[in-house]
């Protein structure tokens, strides 16, 4: 199969591509500005820049692509108070971008895969099914929720997987999340404030990158939650974080997410009920203890 994915550069798309570079696939990457992927180009590989908010750009590489047999779409403004503070520019990115390839695929692939999020609920009730009510409390939230409906409105087979707090390294090096934030402050010896009135089921990026390939052997066609399995708030991740790296768990502060003021408000309860996956696609995500140990096992 032809495979293409759009945001190659990102978190996920970067393990993605790595993964299915270990199939048999044809696989096109594609971002917004030169490759940042540590792969040399082949007959099953090559990298492509496209910015999806750019039509004309988007008619003339799918014109130089050829035929393609699945779309993976990852690419998307994803920092929550930069969508608020930049509106425009987050509907531009998300909803438009995601558009512009719906029209240029139209007819042409078996599988059109959307990467959605678990904002798009309002965290009121948390450990959402895949037909639970839409409801997102920010921007970002409400462009990925109309990209949901412009992928659900046509008539391309589509699937639409949402995560949930995507945590990991890029190939290349770390990346800042809520376990680095805790291993690096309290290695210094700085006291930190950490939330204990937010739920989500935090995923492993390889995870994520699995549960999406088998969504793509599998073919499997309509909303798929793939996360973590287990419901954990900031403080329960930053305290498995301090006995894992058997830090001074003194240091931090449990604290309401209302201690922090942030441009764009965040849902309280997220977290996904992932039975679907589990027995549609015989996805099964590792622990978030397992998950830190994978990210440093890459970067020690
Ligand atoms: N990370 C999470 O916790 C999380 C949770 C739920 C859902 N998701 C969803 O998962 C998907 C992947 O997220 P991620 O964590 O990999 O985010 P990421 O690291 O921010 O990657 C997103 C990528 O999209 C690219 N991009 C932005 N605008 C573009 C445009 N106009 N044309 C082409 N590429 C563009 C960015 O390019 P540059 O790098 O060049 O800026 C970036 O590489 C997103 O759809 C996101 O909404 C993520």
């Not at 949901?148 to 707090?165: A, M, Y």
């Not at 590792?286 to 096992?297: N, Y």
């Amino acid at each position: 199969m032809k495979i293409l994915i759009t945001g190659a550069n990102g978190l996920l798309g970067q393990h993605l591509v790595n993964h299915l570079l270990l199939t048999n696939h044809q696989i096109i990457a594609t971002g917004k500005g030169p490759t940042r992927l540590p792969f040399t180009e082949s007959d099953l590989y090559s990298y492509l820049t496209l910015d999806i908010s750019n039509k004309a750009s988007i008619e003339k590489t799918m014109q130089q692509i050829g035929d393609i047999d699945v779309v993976v779409h990852a690419a998307a403004s994803t920092q929550v108070d930069d969508c608020e503070n930049n509106k425009e520019a987050a509907y531009t990115n998300n909803v438009i971008g995601t558009s512009n390839l719906l029209e240029a695929t139209k007819g042409k692939i078996k599988q059109f895969v959307y990467i959605s999020t678990d904002f798009v609920f309002d965290g009121v009730n948390g450990f959402y099914k895949e037909d639970d009510v839409l409801n997102p409390v920010n921007w970002y939230g409400q462009t990925k929720k109309t990209a949901e409906e412009k992928v659900r409105e046509t008539n391309l087979p589509w699937t639409i997987i949402r995560t949930c707090l995507v945590y990991g390294n890029t190939l290349s090096g770390t990346r800042a999340n809520i376990i680095t934030w805790v291993k690096d402050n309290l290695e210094n010896k700085r006291p930190i404030k950490v939330v204990s009135d937010q739920v989500r089921t935090p995923t492993y990026v390889e995870d994520l990158a699995n549960g999406i390939i088998l969504a793509i052997q599998k073919n499997a066609k309509g909303i798929y939650h793939i996360s973590g399995n287990e419901t954990l708030t900031p403080y329960d991740m930053a305290m498995k974080t301090v006995s894992f790296f058997n830090l001074d768990a003194t240091l931090i502060t449990k604290v309401d997410a209302s201690t922090f003021s942030q441009p764009g408000k965040r849902p309280q309860k997220t977290g996904f009920s992932i039975e679907k996956a589990q027995r549609d696609l015989g996805y099964q995500p590792i622990s978030f203890e397992e998950g830190i140990k994978k990210m440093f096992a890459k970067v020690q």
